[in-house]
T-cell receptor
Framework: SAVISQKPSRDICQRGTSLTIQCQVD?????MFWYRQQPGQSLTLIAT?????????ESGFVIDKFPISRPNLTFSTLTVSNMSPEDSSIYLC??????????FGSGTRLTVV | DAKTTQPPSMDCAEGRAANLPCNHS???????VYWYRQIHSQGPQYIIH???NNETNEMASLIITEDRKSSTLILPHATLRDTAVYYC??????????????FGTGTRLQVTL
């Protein structure tokens, strides 16, 4: 199965700033997915990122707050913009491996102070 | 994707079988049952999936009822390292188009000595 490298693994940021999370896959994939997991909660899909097109955002998530780039078939970034303490979460990227299911990165634990 | 219902938490003694139930009464004919688990602070990990036949791999067994409205994930000899949140998800496998994975609240399995 694919191996996903996600970084940073954790960060503490000041409110009002932005953080860009990177996700590198060791094989080419059509779609990449970004999830958020708030403290004590389940995972919520933020958006689906296809190479060469704009990301598709789920209800409650907007591009101005969570801009996504997908420059090629092995890489994607998610930016959390103008952060507030409510953005403190774990952010995860994933890819669909077909019959092998989804593979997830190890996550980025973000704390906004 | 069909909605699933799982108990919020379960306990299991180490070395015993852990049986995790999942109800998916609205599952469609072409939807598969997938199980993932998330060990604390890590990305979710794929365990197993099935359509209507029972499935077994090196990690677990999946028992799906004949009417496909419920299933049980079996960890035959639970260890402390199996302590995690287990998610049951029903979905159509990857078809080359958008195939997002929707997580419910899962079952928190605590394996004890």
């Amino acid at each position: 199965s694919a191996v996903i490298s996600q970084k940073p693994s954790r960060d503490i940021c000041q409110r009002g700033t932005s953080l860009t999370i990177q996700c590198q896959v060791d094989s080419q994939v059509t779609m990449m997915f970004w999830y958020r997991q708030q403290p004590g909660q389940s995972l919520t899909l933020i958006a689906t990122a296809n190479q060469g097109s704009e990301a598709t955002y789920e209800s409650g998530f907007v591009i101005d707050k969570f801009p996504i780039s997908r420059p090629n078939l092995t890489f994607s970034t998610l930016t959390v913009s103008n952060m507030s303490p409510e953005d403190s979460s774990i952010y995860l990227c994933s890819v669909d491996q077909g019959w092998a299911g989804y593979t997830f990165g190890s996550g980025t634990r973000l704390t906004v102070v | 994707d069909a909605k699933t219902t799982q108990p919020p938490s379960m306990d299991c003694a180490e070395g015993r079988a852990a049986n995790l139930p999942c109800n998916h009464s609205t599952i469609s004919g072409n939807e598969y049952v997938y199980w993932y688990r998330q060990i604390h602070s890590q990305g979710p990990q794929y365990i197993i999936h099935g359509l209507k036949n029972n499935e077994t791999n090196e990690m677990a067994s999946l028992i799906i009822t004949e009417d496909r409205k419920s299933s049980t994930l079996i960890l035959p000899h639970a260890t402390l390292r199996d302590t995690a949140v287990y998610y049951c998800i029903v979905r159509v496998p990857f078809t080359g188009t958008a195939s997002k994975l929707t997580f419910g609240t899962g079952t928190r399995l605590q394996v004890t000595l």
